[in-house]
């Protein structure tokens, strides 16, 4: 069983958690505070206790764990992430916590919503405004980005189709243990719900914008 120092090398290593700060810092000035973000992380994580973060990596929401104090350090205007570095450059941000739901400033992003396409703004809002597992499930839905059946690295080459079904996602989420017992997977139920979830948001993010 490996140690809780081992569990947060491997974590640091983990590409998927680079990928993810880079999701929540996707702005300009956000980038140049990419290294402090997984720093502070760190500085977190190492405080934890060791049952903690064992418990965490074994029963495998680790990642979520770390997706949820991220945006809590980067988003929230009391976090002490914020007050050692996005302070001093609060001008050039807009304070977003989506975990207390505060609505956004849009007339102080970067964007230019007024020269961008119906689907770029769809695509901008999935990408910035769902979840983590509501934007890959969309995206795994309609076969966006790394999920492109022509294109992708997770592409679904046998599908001829340019969206999956909710049957066939809940088969390619479903996990087969080792022994061959019950499978483990998400139902498409649940994946429906996300869906429907997400679109919701969408349109209320259009309606914004």
């Known amino acids: 069983m490996q140690s809780k120092n081992e569990i947060l090398t491997d974590l640091y290593t983990n590409p998927l ?8 810092t996707n702005s300009p000035n956000g980038r140049l505070l ?3 973000l997984k720093a502070e992380l760190f500085l977190i994580l190492v405080e934890m206790s060791e049952t903690r973060i064992k418990g965490a990596h074994n029963n495998n929401y680790l990642i979520y764990m770390c997706v949820n104090i991220l945006k809590k350090q980067y988003h929230s205007g009391t976090s002490p992430f914020f007050k050692k570095w996005r302070k001093e450059m609060s001008g050039d941000f807009i304070v977003i916590d989506e975990i207390c739901g505060e609505d956004i400033d849009l007339e102080q992003t970067e964007i230019d919503f ?3 396409e119906l689907l770029e703004k769809i695509k901008w809002i999935v990408d910035n405004k769902l979840d983590l597992v509501d934007r890959e499930l969309f995206k795994l839905y309609y076969k966006w980005d790394r999920y492109d059946r022509w294109l992708g690295d997770l592409r679904d080459a046998s599908c001829q189709k340019e969206m999956s079904s909710y049957r066939k996602i809940e088969k390619k989420l479903t996990i087969t243990p080792l022994d061959g017992e019950k499978k483990i ?3 498409r139920n649940t994946i429906a719900i996300s869906h429907q979830r997400s679109i919701e948001k969408i349109k209320k993010w259009l309606r914004k914008i």
């Not at 958690?17 to 929540?24: A, R, S, Y």
Request: charged residues 40%; without cysteine; glycine residues 6%.
């Open 17 to 24: 958690l680079d990928e993810i700060i880079w999701k929540i």
């Open 34 to 36: 990419r290294d402090d």
């Open 114 to 116: 007024e020269n961008i």
């Open 185 to 187: 997977g998400i139902s």
